[in-house]
């Protein structure tokens, strides 16, 4: 079975600070890893995947196999972060994504 | 602007009363997925269809069923809610190939009397 672990409930930054939201993962197989966003009052969406190796809004996050973790990073937080970010987890092989979310964590940033 | 689309945005009901959610779509995707997201939890996988194959999680409670008449609607339907039903339902599709992102609704809460 696939779990996916981020232990920081809440995270509280001020604008500019670096931001790093943890995420561990636990799968025997190869995993697809995704972070979603999910902004006050709006709908859950994806902010990045780790197969696209792409920065979006200035977030990256690279797939460590061997620590089994997949760490949102940004160098220099903005308001406009603020949000719930879950990380989720496909198996590779599926054909099509079958997630196992995470808890997540709320990133508040402060002026 | 395509989008997955669910109604209402709020549903209440009775304890025992069966209770229906919907879900559209304009994206044209094969795959429509159903997630129940209580308080401070994570989203949890209830059952999917992969065009008019339906697969069950393991762990979904024989209350909950779902339809998908065609291509566009997917309907959650819990036969007899219980006051621990009451979450966030959130529908989301996949175009069912390349393992590609989910795109989700606004989701339905859903409140047990």
């Known amino acids: 079975a696939q779990r996916v672990t981020q232990p920081e409930k809440l995270l509280s930054v001020f604008k500019g600070a670096p931001v790093e939201l943890k995420c561990n993962y636990s799968?025997?197989?190869?995993?697809?890893l995704f972070w979603y966003v999910q902004y006050s009052r709006q709908r859950l969406q994806l902010l990045l995947r780790?197969?696209s190796r792409e920065s979006i809004k200035g977030f990256t996050a690279d797939l460590n196999k061997g620590e089994t973790s997949f760490h949102l990073k940004k160098p220099f937080a903005q308001e406009e972060d603020s949000a719930m970010y879950y990380c989720?987890?496909?198996?590779?092989?599926?054909?099509?994504?079958?997630?196992?979310f995470g808890k997540g964590t709320m990133l508040l940033v402060s002026p | 602007d395509a989008m997955v689309i669910q109604n209402p945005r709020y549903q209440v009901t009775q304890f025992g009363k069966p209770v229906t959610l919907s879900c559209s779509q304009t994206?044209?995707?094969?795959?429509m997925y159903w997630y129940q997201q209580k308080s401070s939890q994570a989203p949890k996988l209830l059952f999917h269809?992969?065009?008019?194959?339906?697969?069950n999680e393991a762990d979904t409670p024989d209350n909950f069923q779902s339809r998908r008449p065609n291509t566009s609607f997917c309907f959650l339907d819990i036969r007899s809610p219980g006051l621990g039903d009451a979450a966030m339902y959130l529908c989301?599709?996949?175009?069912?190939?390349?393992?590609?992102?989910?795109?989700f609704g606004d989701g339905t809460r859903l409140s047990i009397l």
């Open positions: 989301a599709t996949s175009p069912g190939h390349g393992n590609q992102p989910q795109h």
């Open positions: 799968y025997s197989g190869s995993p697809e």
């Open positions: 780790h197969i």
């Open positions: 989720a987890l496909s198996p590779m092989n599926s054909g099509y994504s079958t997630l196992t």
């Open positions: 994206l044209n995707h094969n795959v």
């Open positions: 269809y992969y065009d008019k194959d339906f697969n």
